[in-house]
């Protein structure tokens, strides 16, 4: 188990509307997960996805599969 706490950042593709969310990848290698959370709630809750499962959505979006939102 680590005790590193997450590092927070939003995408630089992000324009600062207030509908972001925040990532952590720093605990990727220490803990296997990706820490997903509301920017505009830092203390609400958490998502951690699995390290392969948050790539493939990465892959997904950036292959246009889930079109335009």
């Known amino acids: 188990m680590t005790t590193e706490s997450p590092r927070w950042f939003t995408s630089s593709y992000s324009d600062n509307g207030g509908n972001c969310v925040e990532v952590a990848a720093n605990l990727i290698a220490t803990s296997?997960?990706?820490p997903v959370r509301d920017s505009?709630?830092?203390?609400?809750?958490?998502?951690?996805?699995?390290?392969?499962s948050?790539?493939?959505f990465i892959t997904s979006i950036k292959a246009g599969e889930f079109g335009t939102l």
């Open 32 to 34: 296997g997960v990706v």
């Open 40 to 52: 505009k709630d830092p203390n609400g809750p958490v998502l951690n996805f699995p390290t392969p």
């Open 54 to 56: 948050f790539a493939s």
